[in-house]
């Protein structure tokens, strides 16, 4: 089982070479070699999350599976040298969304099944998209997280693009060019980022040249941090890197480069460390989506087919939270602490203004899109909290609020099969005529909004906890902050109970425009099969957190603490730089 | 009468022992002669062989120049023909480079219906491209203001007939003539630039550190006019603003191997030259002047930059659009080229091969579409994606590059190139270069929505006419020809990165 991850991420891949090479007409033959391949994932995926041992706090280290290979090594004489690995790992933060990966992947494809213009193409991006989202929660270099990141973005355009609805072309440009500004703020600090860092166990290799020695690796990555940080090592031998574990020792920054930990530079009035805090930020908040660049979001949801939805909504969100807990706070965990009002502000912001956008919405499926801009605040202001059950209720409400998205976009995707219509006002009284649906429906919009008993709550209730004591345990966000994110729960509560009165309750009755003679039959066997297990799942989650828990807590406690350590002692010297 | 004597024996010595550097040029010009005699002759069966024959020509120089690069062992940087030109590593790349362009355009031509065996101006045609070459590999050899000149002018005239080869339409002659008359009014400025430079310099050779001491003892605003004038010849060439206009109507009207010649062999030379002049200039002239010629520099670039992707979002016809994506191009190199520093020379060269690749493959697709399916206008292109899927695939990929996106090797070219401008801002500390790093890197977004324009069309519409199904078997190979390095290069860029830097170190 050493290779598990890299079968995780190519897996998917390689099936997409199987597909371009079977003839177009062959289409069952194509989905069923999608439905086996995102089996496949999902069995590894499982087996990965059973055999994680969370992270302990005996010494070694805290990425299981870990594959590390030299990918490209360049040379670029007087800057030094550059080195890019391949470099794979799983612990805490991102083993749920791992396994969320594998079960979304898997409902998705059988979303896909009466998917009927151009099969051959449309699994091979789907595919590309699924392998791509795994490899960005799998990867622990920068470079190559920047390009699962970046790699997304294409399949996407064309799926949206191709087997959209009627505004698919503006939806899947606006999208495209949306992300990818974002992506080129990220690149920015990644270059400034990887000119700043060094690789000390290869630079000790290059040095040990000079040293003629042979020394076990502990010592000599201690004795190179050191030689760096009195500045003893010329330019032409550092190793820069762009390894993450590396970037979360302040120890590997040279000192003098503009985002070193201690380094006090100031580019247009703000410490350069802050700014790059911000353009990270910026960069992942788009993908997250948070208010004000949520924009994108209503209309790629809107137009895009159902099962690209679910995907867009259960995991590419989730990418924009992971580069925040993966990258953005360990790095830069002073920006972390000098920006927590904004953040946090923003979160509730999205919160509040995702809700009263949904409460106003009636497309269904965009009033669903808006209620994903508000739940994703909630991973906001967990993040912002930096305490731990802030941190562990941000992770809870990404894996829970990407199966419940899954769950809802599939309820919209019912309704517009049968009915090509998703306008509530055109449906009443659902219930009659599908009764089991509407039970499915009920489970669905109440574990959105956050009843006790599903996964919702647990996630709402640690972030909303984390929250309220962060002004006593770490000083962070003020305590009004989290009383207005309650408020968010209430609209949440509206819009949905709202939504659900109005299209199910009442005398059946279907808009004569949309439907001569109303008929909507009950879900099929295969709705059953997407939407049951998601179902089983949030209530699994939401009565047993510690299946979840257990796994992850020990890794994001750390992560707090650490940040809160570091961060406080790194802005305290920034601020000295302005003062 | 001695001194006079002496001086000729030893300038005859120079020039004789010169000649062993100038194989590869050597080469070409046999091969030129050889096509101008087969041409002489009625036959049609000769007639079909002077495309190999041109081909050869290029593959023998190839092979000459990778001999030279590899036997650089005691290497001294040789200056002959009495200091008119050197053959240091810059110039045997840029010459390689020549040579893969000359084949690919040959490759090109091939395919291209219009240009085979029963086109009436085929010798003249592959004549003047081997011409083309000639003047390009003198161009990067040269190190006088005069062998500058002269060699600038056997490459414009010998691009200006390439323009209307093909005479019986109208917009090859217009190209041409628009060529001709924006090209000699650069030239012409370009001398007058150029005899300034040589009248307060003191002598042809721009790399002597005399020459630029004499020039710095002029008025500070006196030089950066005539260091203007001068490379307004350069900056032509390379299409960069504000002297980019000649390159959309030469685009539309030459035949696409041709513009695809156009868009990468003299842009390469044109950048050869401008760091010779960049390098030369760097470490000898005074600091107030120095800080003028890089705000220069760096206002250049941002203004082609601004100017080339902003007016390509507007085109709706490809030709025009790869125009002013060359003219962003040239911007993205000025850029990383403005910083002045020696690091920033194996980011542009990375940047030029991957560009090399990327623009043959991406005229070569205009080709396809132009020629073989007879769509001029980017909206002709709808549903096309279905019908010719790998066609379609491979644009993808070349497209992609073309904007810097990974898993290309236009982003490899990218990073490298914002990295040295990045490194350049943390040593010098000038606003300049981080406002350059910035709108490269806006203006890399933007350029994608022009770029995603042609798939957009490929597959996002729905195929209204009729399409006949042809075979594209020969332009799906060449064209996968093209497209394997550029995924090639992102995976593995250490290949290129180590040839390059042999390359750079050669010229010091």
Same mark, same amino acid.
């Given at each position: 089982?050493?290779?598990?991850?890299?079968?995780?991420?190519?897996?998917?891949?390689?099936?997409?070479?199987? %597909?371009?090479?079977?003839? *177009?007409?062959?289409?069952?033959?194509?989905?069923?070699?999608?439905?086996? *391949?995102?089996?496949?994932?999902?069995?590894?995926?499982?087996?990965?999350?059973?055999?994680?041992?969370?992270?302990?706090?005996?010494?070694?280290?805290?990425?299981?599976?870990?594959?590390?290979?030299?990918?490209?090594?360049?040379?670029?004489?007087?800057?030094?040298?550059?080195?890019?690995?391949?470099?794979?790992?799983?612990?805490?933060?991102?083993?749920?969304?791992?396994?969320?990966?594998?079960?979304?992947?898997?409902?998705?494809?059988?979303?896909?099944?009466?998917?009927?213009?151009?099969?051959?193409?449309?699994? =091979?991006?789907?595919?590309?998209?699924?392998?791509?989202?795994?490899?960005?929660?799998?990867?622990?270099?920068?470079?190559?997280?920047?390009?699962?990141?970046?790699?997304?973005?294409?399949?996407?355009?064309?799926?949206?693009?191709?087997?959209?609805?009627?505004?698919?072309?503006?939806?899947?440009?606006?999208?495209?060019?949306?992300?990818?500004?974002?992506?080129?703020?990220?690149?920015?600090?990644?270059?400034?980022?990887?000119?700043?860092?060094?690789?000390?166990?290869?630079?000790?290799?290059? &040095?040990?040249?000079?040293?003629?020695?042979?020394?076990?690796?502990?010592?000599?990555? @201690?004795?190179?941090? @050191?030689?760096? @940080?009195?500045?003893?090592?010329?330019?032409?031998?550092?190793?820069?890197?762009?390894?993450?574990?590396?970037?979360?020792?302040?120890?590997?920054?040279?000192?003098?480069?503009?985002?070193?930990?201690?380094?006090?530079?100031?580019?247009?009035?703000?410490?350069?460390?802050?700014?790059?805090?911000?353009?990270?930020?910026?960069?992942?908040?788009?993908?997250?989506?948070? +208010?004000?660049?949520?924009?994108?979001?209503?209309?790629?949801?809107?137009?895009?087919?159902?099962?690209?939805?679910?995907?867009?909504?259960?995991?590419?969100?989730?990418?924009?939270?992971?580069?925040?807990?993966?990258?953005?706070?360990?790095?830069?965990?002073?920006?972390?602490?000098?920006?927590?009002? &904004?953040?946090?502000?923003?979160?509730? &912001?999205?919160?509040?203004?995702? *809700?009263?956008?949904?409460?106003?919405?009636?497309?269904?499926?965009?009033?669903? *899109?808006?209620?994903?801009?508000?739940?994703?605040?909630?991973?906001?202001?967990?993040?912002?909290?930096?305490?731990?059950?802030?941190?562990?209720?941000?992770?809870?409400?990404?894996?829970?609020?990407?199966?419940?998205?899954?769950?809802?976009?599939?309820?919209?995707? +019912?309704?517009?099969?049968?009915?090509?219509?998703?306008?509530?006002?055109?449906?009443?009284?659902?219930?009659?005529?599908?009764?089991?649906?509407?039970?499915?429906?009920?489970?669905?919009?109440?574990?959105?909004?956050?009843?006790?008993?599903?996964?919702?709550? %647990?996630?709402?209730?640690?972030?909303?906890?984390?929250?309220?004591?962060?002004?006593?345990?770490?000083?962070?966000?003020?305590?009004?902050?989290?009383?207005?994110?309650?408020?968010? &729960?209430?609209?949440?509560?509206?819009?949905?109970?709202?939504?659900?009165?109005?299209?199910?309750?009442?005398?059946?009755?279907?808009?004569?425009?949309?439907?001569?003679?109303?008929?909507?039959?009950?879900?099929?066997?295969?709705?059953?099969?997407?939407?049951?297990?998601?179902?089983?799942?949030?209530?699994?989650?939401?009565?047993?957190?510690?299946?979840?828990?257990?796994?992850?807590?020990?890794?994001?406690?750390?992560?707090?603490?650490?940040?809160?350590?570091?961060?406080?002692?790194?802005? =305290?010297?920034?601020?000295?730089?302005?003062? | 009468?001695?001194?006079?004597?002496?001086?000729?024996?030893?300038?005859?010595?120079?020039?004789?022992?010169?000649?062993?550097?100038?194989?590869? $040029?050597?080469?070409?010009?046999?091969?030129?002669?050889?096509?101008?005699?087969?041409?002489?002759?009625?036959?049609?069966?000769?007639?079909?062989?002077?495309?190999?024959?041109?081909?050869?020509?290029?593959?023998?120089?190839?092979?000459?120049?990778?001999?030279?690069?590899?036997?650089?062992?005691?290497?001294?940087?040789?200056?002959?023909?009495?200091?008119?030109?050197?053959?240091?590593?810059?110039?045997?790349?840029?010459?390689?480079?020549?040579?893969?362009?000359?084949?690919?355009?040959?490759?090109?031509?091939?395919?291209?219906?219009?240009?085979?065996?029963?086109?009436?101006?085929?010798?003249?045609?592959?004549?003047?491209?081997?011409?083309?070459?000639?003047?390009?590999?003198?161009?990067?050899?040269?190190?006088?203001?005069?062998?500058?000149?002269?060699?600038?002018?056997?490459?414009?005239?010998?691009?200006?007939?390439?323009?209307?080869?093909?005479?019986?339409?109208?917009?090859?002659?217009?190209?041409?003539?628009?060529?001709?008359?924006?090209?000699?009014?650069?030239?012409?400025?370009?001398?007058?630039?150029?005899?300034?430079?040589?009248?307060?310099?003191?002598?042809?050779?721009?790399?002597?550190?005399?020459?630029?001491?004499?020039?710095?003892?002029?008025?500070?605003?006196?030089?950066?006019?005539?260091?203007?004038?001068?490379?307004?010849?350069?900056?032509?060439?390379?299409?960069?603003?504000?002297?980019?206009?000649?390159?959309?109507?030469?685009?539309?009207?030459?035949?696409?191997?041709?513009?695809?010649?156009?868009?990468?062999?003299?842009?390469?030379?044109?950048?050869?030259?401008?760091?010779?002049?960049?390098?030369?200039?760097?470490?000898?002239?005074?600091?107030?002047?120095?800080?003028?010629? #890089?705000?220069?520099?760096?206002?250049?670039?941002?203004?082609?930059?601004?100017?080339?992707?902003?007016?390509?979002?507007?085109?709706?016809?490809?030709?025009?659009?790869?125009?002013?994506?060359?003219?962003?191009?040239?911007?993205?190199?000025?850029?990383?080229?403005?910083?002045?520093?020696?690091?920033?020379?194996?980011?542009?060269?990375?940047?030029?091969?991957?560009?090399?690749?990327?623009?043959?493959?991406?005229?070569?697709?205009?080709?396809?579409?132009? $020629?073989?399916?007879?769509?001029?206008?980017?909206?002709?292109?709808?549903?096309?994606?279905?019908?010719?899927?790998?066609?379609?695939?491979?644009?993808?990929?070349?497209?992609?590059?073309?904007?810097?996106?990974?898993?290309?090797?236009? #982003?490899?070219?990218?990073?490298?190139?914002?990295?040295?401008?990045?490194?350049?801002?943390?040593?010098?500390?000038?606003?300049?270069?981080?406002?350059?790093?910035?709108?490269?890197?806006?203006?890399?977004?933007?350029?994608?929505?022009?770029?995603?324009?042609?798939?957009?069309?490929?597959?996002?519409?729905?195929?209204?006419?009729?399409?006949?199904?042809?075979?594209?078997?020969?332009?799906?190979?060449?064209?996968?020809?093209?497209?394997?390095?550029?995924?090639?290069?992102?995976?593995?860029?250490?290949?290129?990165?180590?040839?390059?830097?042999?390359?750079?170190?050669?010229?010091?």
């Amino acid at each position: 089982m050493n290779y598990i991850l890299s079968s995780l991420i190519f897996i998917p891949i390689l099936t997409v070479l199987l %597909i371009l090479c079977l003839p *177009a007409r062959l289409q069952n033959g194509i989905r069923l070699l999608s439905l086996l *391949a995102t089996a496949a994932q999902l069995i590894l995926a499982v087996w990965l999350f059973w055999n994680f041992q969370p992270a302990s706090a005996i010494g070694g280290s805290m990425y299981q599976y870990v594959e590390q290979v030299n990918w490209i090594h360049l040379n670029l004489q007087s800057l030094g040298q550059l080195q890019i690995q391949y470099y794979l790992g799983v612990d805490g933060i991102s083993l749920s969304m791992v396994l969320l990966t594998g079960i979304i992947g898997f409902i998705g494809v059988i979303s896909s099944w009466q998917i009927s213009k151009n099969v051959k193409a449309y699994f =091979a991006l789907y595919l590309l998209l699924l392998g791509s989202v795994m490899g960005c929660f799998l990867a622990l270099d920068l470079f190559l997280f920047y390009l699962f990141f970046e790699f997304m973005l294409l399949p996407m355009y064309f799926l949206i693009g191709i087997w959209g609805g009627p505004r698919r072309e503006y939806a899947a440009i606006k999208f495209f060019i949306y992300t990818l500004i974002g992506s080129l703020l990220i690149l920015v600090v990644m270059i400034g980022l990887y000119t700043s860092v060094i690789d000390p166990t290869a630079t000790a290799a290059n &040095l040990s040249a000079s040293f003629g020695s042979e020394e076990t690796s502990g010592t000599a990555r @201690q004795q190179v941090q @050191q030689l760096l @940080q009195q500045g003893n090592i010329p330019a032409e031998k550092l190793v820069h890197t762009f390894s993450i574990p590396a970037m979360y020792q302040p120890q590997n920054f040279i000192p003098g480069s503009l985002l070193h930990g201690m380094s006090q530079k100031i580019l247009w009035g703000l410490p350069v460390r802050l700014l790059a805090f911000l353009l990270l930020f910026i960069g992942f908040a788009i993908k997250l989506p948070m +208010v004000p660049v949520h924009t994108w979001l209503p209309d790629a949801h809107v137009e895009a087919p159902t099962p690209i939805s679910v995907l867009l909504a259960s995991l590419l969100l989730k990418v924009g939270g992971y580069g925040l807990v993966r990258v953005l706070y360990p790095i830069f965990p002073d920006g972390g602490i000098y920006f927590a009002y &904004l953040v946090g502000g923003l979160g509730v &912001l999205s919160i509040i203004y995702g *809700a009263m956008c949904a409460l106003a919405m009636s497309d269904l499926k965009k009033l669903i *899109a808006y209620s994903s801009v508000s739940h994703m605040g909630f991973v906001l202001l967990g993040l912002a909290s930096l305490t731990a059950e802030g941190a562990n209720g941000a992770m809870y409400q990404m894996f829970s609020h990407g199966l419940i998205s899954g769950m809802l976009f599939i309820v919209t995707g +019912v309704i517009y099969d049968r009915s090509r219509s998703r306008i509530i006002q055109n449906f009443r009284g659902l219930a009659f005529a599908m009764p089991a649906f509407t039970a499915l429906v009920v489970v669905a919009f109440f574990a959105s909004l956050g009843l006790p008993g599903f996964s919702g709550f %647990i996630a709402e209730l640690l972030v909303l906890l984390g929250a309220f004591t962060s002004s006593g345990v770490s000083g962070m966000l003020p305590r009004w902050l989290a009383v207005v994110a309650t408020g968010g &729960l209430l609209l949440g509560a509206a819009y949905y109970l709202w939504a659900l009165q109005r299209m199910f309750f009442g005398k059946f009755w279907v808009h004569p425009a949309i439907m001569e003679k109303p008929i909507m039959p009950d879900i099929t066997k295969r709705e059953y099969s997407m939407l049951v297990p998601l179902a089983i799942l949030a209530l699994l989650f939401g009565l047993f957190p510690s299946l979840l828990l257990d796994k992850i807590s020990p890794a994001l406690n750390q992560w707090v603490e650490s940040v809160l350590l570091l961060g406080k002692e790194q802005i =305290a010297v920034v601020l000295r730089g302005i003062a | 009468m001695k001194n006079t004597g002496t001086f000729l024996v030893q300038a005859l010595t120079d020039i004789q022992n010169g000649f062993a550097f100038l194989w590869p $040029e050597m080469l070409l010009t046999f091969f030129f002669l050889l096509i101008i005699g087969l041409d002489l002759f009625k036959s049609i069966r000769i007639k079909a062989i002077i495309p190999f024959v041109a081909l050869a020509g290029f593959l023998f120089s190839i092979f000459l120049q990778l001999q030279i690069l590899n036997n650089l062992g005691n290497y001294i940087k040789p200056v002959f023909f009495t200091g008119l030109l050197t053959s240091d590593g810059l110039a045997l790349y840029a010459g390689l480079l020549f040579s893969v362009a000359g084949i690919f355009t040959v490759l090109l031509s091939w395919l291209h219906p219009a240009l085979g065996k029963n086109f009436k101006g085929i010798g003249e045609y592959y004549a003047f491209l081997l011409v083309l070459a000639v003047g390009l590999n003198l161009l990067v050899k040269s190190l006088n203001l005069l062998m500058l000149f002269v060699s600038l002018e056997l490459v414009s005239i010998a691009s200006y007939l390439l323009t209307a080869s093909l005479r019986y339409q109208a917009r090859a002659i217009e190209s041409g003539i628009k060529y001709i008359l924006y090209g000699l009014l650069a030239s012409g400025v370009m001398l007058y630039g150029m005899s300034f430079m040589y009248g307060f310099g003191g002598s042809l050779n721009f790399t002597q550190p005399a020459f630029w001491e004499n020039l710095s003892l002029l008025n500070s605003g006196f030089f950066i006019l005539i260091f203007l004038l001068t490379f307004v010849g350069f900056l032509f060439k390379v299409a960069a603003a504000p002297f980019h206009f000649w390159a959309p109507d030469v685009y539309e009207g030459a035949p696409t191997p041709i513009v695809a010649f156009f868009s990468t062999a003299p842009k390469i030379a044109g950048f050869v030259v401008i760091i010779r002049f960049l390098l030369a200039f760097n470490h000898t002239v005074a600091g107030g002047l120095e800080n003028n010629i #890089f705000i220069l520099a760096g206002g250049i670039a941002l203004l082609t930059l601004v100017v080339g992707n902003f007016t390509a979002l507007w085109q709706q016809k490809a030709r025009r659009l790869l125009a002013y994506s060359s003219v962003a191009h040239a911007g993205f190199i000025l850029a990383g080229l403005t910083a002045m520093a020696a690091n920033a020379l194996e980011a542009v060269f990375f940047y030029l091969t991957v560009l090399l690749f990327m623009n043959f493959g991406i005229f070569l697709t205009v080709q396809v579409f132009e $020629e073989r399916l007879g769509i001029t206008e980017l909206k002709d292109l709808s549903g096309l994606g279905k019908t010719f899927p790998f066609l379609g695939i491979l644009t993808i990929i070349v497209l992609i590059s073309l904007t810097g996106l990974p898993p290309t090797a236009g #982003f490899t070219g990218k990073l490298l190139l914002f990295t040295s401008i990045w490194q350049n801002y943390t040593l010098t500390g000038h606003p300049l270069l981080l406002t350059l790093l910035l709108s490269a890197l806006l203006f890399t977004g933007l350029a994608f929505f022009y770029y995603i324009r042609i798939p957009y069309y490929m597959f996002f519409k729905r195929n209204l006419s009729e399409q006949k199904k042809v075979s594209l078997g020969r332009e799906n190979i060449v064209l996968a020809l093209m497209t394997f390095p550029l995924l090639l290069f992102f995976v593995q860029p250490a290949w290129l990165n180590e040839l390059i830097e042999q390359v750079i170190f050669y010229s010091k």
